[in-house]
């Protein structure tokens, strides 16, 4: 599925937050980015192994399916004929099986997975968390008639998933630390009984971080281990603090702003204004 929804929830003011887990060809990635409304935390090329990125290449490699004749401008309105689209599908699968080859010959040579996974880009699936409290705007150009036909598609399917989602209440009568007035991707309903909200909250963060609520190991998460993630990821300078733009506290104001989200107080922001106070 292109839009999974992990989080929905809504304030008692009446303000919504949103956490969907995204895939998506990874050349529109950079347009996704420039939606700055968006926290994100997305699949690393710098990250991810070498022969995990090669398999993919190999066995599922991203296949544009819009595909229309070179116009002059941005769009491309007129479909190739079909044999034309035959003969596509065979240039870009025969160049997606020759940059898993160059991957694989760099990763022979000791190359970093920095360097060699950059070959495999244009056929890579790009995973992506991404939260916010405002969609108006991303909606309005990325469905627009006119838009990348391949992110379009993606908005289609985030609309469509939000559309169909109930959102949960999240109280902003609670204090900051009742895990009932707080939105936290991945976190299960038997784990908000089982554990402080400050460590909720720190699993949320590294389980966004890994940007799927499985390690890349394949197992379940386990809140000691994310809990050792975040200190890594926040311990210490320099701090990697993306991942904590996922959680939020709800504010008592629907218009009430705190960085990117509105009705919702960041993590990031309280977790940082807490560093400079001491």
């Given at each position: 599925?292109?839009?999974?929804?992990?989080a929905h929830s809504i304030s008692e003011a009446g303000k919504e937050?949103?956490?969907?887990?995204?895939?998506?060809?990874?050349?529109?990635?950079?347009?996704l980015k420039t939606h700055r409304a968006?926290?994100?935390?997305?699949?690393?090329?710098?990250?991810?192994?070498?022969?995990?990125?090669?398999?993919?290449?190999?066995?599922?490699?991203?296949?544009?399916?819009?595909?229309?004749?070179?116009?002059?401008?941005?769009?491309?309105?007129?479909?190739?004929?079909?044999?034309?689209?035959?003969?596509?599908?065979?240039?870009?699968?025969?160049?997606?099986?020759?940059?898993?080859?160059?991957?694989?010959?760099?990763?022979?040579?000791?190359?970093?997975?920095?360097?060699?996974?950059?070959?495999?880009?244009?056929?890579?699936?790009?995973?992506?968390?991404?939260?916010?409290?405002?969609?108006?705007?991303?909606?309005?150009?990325?469905?627009?008639?006119?838009?990348?036909?391949?992110?379009?598609?993606?908005?289609?399917?985030?609309?469509?998933?939000?559309?169909?989602?109930?959102?949960?209440?999240?109280?902003?009568?609670?204090?900051?630390?009742?895990?009932?007035?707080?939105?936290?991707?991945?976190?299960?309903?038997?784990?908000?009984?089982?554990?402080?909200?400050?460590?909720?909250?720190?699993?949320?963060?590294?389980?966004?971080?890994?940007?799927?609520?499985?390690?890349?190991?394949?197992?379940?998460?386990?809140?000691?281990?994310?809990?050792?993630?975040?200190?890594?990821?926040?311990?210490?300078?320099?701090?990697?603090?993306?991942?904590?733009?996922?959680?939020?506290?709800?504010?008592?104001?629907?218009?009430?702003?705190?960085?990117?989200?509105?009705?919702?107080?960041?993590?990031?922001?309280?977790?940082?204004?807490?560093?400079?106070?001491?």
């Amino acid at each position: 599925m292109p839009a999974k929804i992990i989080a929905h929830s809504i304030s008692e003011a009446g303000k919504e937050i949103i956490t969907f887990q995204l895939s998506y060809w990874r050349a529109i990635h950079g347009e996704l980015k420039t939606h700055r409304a968006f926290s994100t935390s997305s699949m690393s090329s710098r990250a991810v192994p070498v022969a995990k990125m090669i398999a993919q290449v190999r066995q599922d490699p991203f296949i544009p399916k819009h595909v229309g004749r070179n116009q002059p401008g941005m769009q491309a309105h007129e479909p190739l004929t079909p044999a034309e689209r035959e003969e596509f599908l065979a240039v870009w699968l025969s160049n997606a099986q020759n940059a898993a080859w160059a991957a694989q010959q760099m990763s022979n040579l000791g190359v970093a997975k920095q360097i060699a996974n950059r070959v495999l880009e244009p056929y890579q699936i790009m995973h992506t968390v991404v939260t916010a409290t405002e969609f108006d705007n991303f909606y309005a150009l990325r469905r627009h008639a006119d838009a990348e036909p391949h992110f379009h598609d993606l908005a289609d399917e985030m609309w469509e998933a939000a559309k169909a989602s109930t959102p949960i209440v999240r109280s902003s009568q609670h204090c900051r630390d009742d895990e009932r007035g707080w939105h936290l991707p991945y976190i299960s309903d038997a784990e908000r009984g089982m554990y402080l909200p400050s460590k909720l909250i720190m699993a949320s963060a590294a389980r966004c971080a890994r940007v799927s609520y499985l390690n890349h190991d394949g197992t379940s998460p386990e809140v000691a281990k994310d809990l050792d993630l975040f200190e890594r990821l926040a311990g210490s300078a320099p701090i990697h603090a993306s991942p904590l733009e996922h959680q939020a506290e709800a504010a008592y104001r629907a218009d009430q702003e705190s960085r990117n989200f509105r009705g919702w107080h960041q993590h990031r922001e309280i977790f940082e204004d807490a560093l400079h106070a001491q």
